[in-house]
């Protein structure tokens, strides 16, 4: 898994996905990372860029030999077909990426994604070899409802059922209200969500599992929020977004990214 970078144990340790969404050409995408890179070496924080289609051979070849491991924002469930404009998780694989982005907030919300089609895209990627990020979310409506939990169960158990315990993948608790707004969730309400989703991991998987899955916080996260976030005991990183799309700003992320558990 994840070609020649080393997962090791993926015993909690702390990772930053940075997401650039549909930004950067793939010249940008070799640009960035030659800024990135030197302002990053030797931090503790893996590292994973998630950028768009194009860009994923560019991101991958400056990437090499470096820490540093690059993915896609998606994927079709199907190995190959007749889909015109869908792409296929060995096609990803073949452009460089390791892992990719599965039920991001806007593919559920702008572009209708079900909970069984991004539950097909998981098996797809495991079967491929590729890590998926199982992003999961409640909207600011169903918090108010009080339907958070149950929103984030079902997205749990429908997104992993039949997935084998052996298997690898994140999942990223990113509140759909959070994201792109500048509202960030509380230390308190991160962990307390973090701690329900591994509830619920355990409630699939078993404790021993459910204690192994890193778990990401994603929504607004910045360079003066990020430490006092992932100190939190089941939060085991952050997804950015906006704040990735500059070297500098994400750079600062993942530098401050580095606080013990409390």
């Known amino acids: 898994m994840l070609g020649s970078k080393n997962l090791g144990s993926m015993n909690r340790d702390l990772f930053v996905v940075g997401n650039w969404k549909m930004y950067k050409t793939a010249r940008e995408a070799a640009a960035y990372l030659e800024e990135l890179l030197p302002m990053v070496e030797g931090a503790r924080p893996k590292i994973m860029l998630a950028v768009p289609y194009t860009s994923i051979s560019s991101a991958a070849k400056a990437a090499k030999g470096t820490e540093v491991w690059i993915g896609a924002q998606n994927m079709s469930d199907a190995k190959e077909g007749a889909f015109t404009g869908e792409i296929a998780a060995l096609m ?15 593919r559920r919300h702008t572009f209708g994604e079900t909970n069984e089609l991004i539950h097909r895209k998981v098996i797809r990627a495991l079967q491929d070899d590729l890590l998926p990020i199982l992003c999961i979310g409640e909207t600011a409506s169903l918090r108010e409802a009080g339907h958070a939990e149950q929103v984030l169960r079902e997205q749990l158990k ?25 509202k960030t969730a509380t230390p308190k309400m991160a962990q307390d969500a973090h701690a329900f989703c591994r509830d619920c991991l355990e409630e699939i998987f078993g404790k021993k599992k459910a204690a192994q899955v890193p778990l990401l916080y994603g929504g607004s996260v910045k360079s003066d929020n990020v430490a006092e976030l992932v100190k939190q005991k089941d939060i085991d990183g952050v997804l950015v977004g906006g704040a990735s799309l500059e070297p500098t700003h994400f750079a600062a992320i993942v530098n401050h990214c580095k606080k013990e558990k409390s």
Do not use: C, M, N, R
Not at 158 to 181: D, M, N
């Open 92 to 106: 990803l694989k073949e452009a460089g990426a390791s892992f990719v982005l599965l039920g991001h907030s806007e």
């Open 158 to 182: 429908k997104g992993l059922e039949g997935v084998p315990e052996e298997s690898q993948f994140f999942v990223a608790y990113e509140p759909v209200w959070a994201i792109g707004t500048g």
